[in-house]
């Protein structure tokens, strides 16, 4: 039976720090690491250099980044243009909710996982602060399990196939603290949706998360 250290898992690394954490969750699980970074069309995506770093700091055995532009199939203000205003974690559908990103991005990581003889996904959901993104839920991670087990080569040779999200019912402050246990280096972190050449914005649904979750910590962000 094979032990912790021999299971290999892909990890969708968005250079944020949500997936910066959880990967080093993953290295600490003894998983041994495919990274896969989507270049979707995002206009936030100086996330993808943070991700780079990472990758290298966590000492994954290959890095993926795949040109994947949902700008013309999607709707969102992350790729079509539209504004990102505060909307609040909780208030609905958010501005920056694109349409089924997650599913897109599990499909593509599902794929590599079949690839590379891969059981695990692991990704940065958090459930406690996603409550407008429907594709960012346990029932969606069991359900989209089950397509994985049903529609692959290695499901129906009865290999296993889980979605892994270590953060999912953590706060943002045992989130920063966790990471931090973890040896995360939050300068090579990236969070805000609308930068500016000076850094981030510090007014998105994103920057004001991460500054609660410094804030609760009782620990300084290194971006501010």
Known sequence: MATNAAVKAVLLLSGGMDSAITGAAARARGRRLVSLSLHYGQ?????????????????VERHIELKLPLGPIASGALVDGGAIRQSGVKAGKPATYVSFRNGVFLAAAASLAESVGAGEVWGGWCFTDQAGYPDCTPGFFRAFERAVRAGTWAGREGRAFKIVAPLGRLGKAASVRLGLRLGVDYRHTWTCYQPSSQGPCGRCDACRLRAQGFAEARLKDPLE
């Open 43 to 59: 206009r936030h995506a100086r996330e993808l250099k943070a991700a780079r770093w990472q990758a290298r700091a966590l000492g």
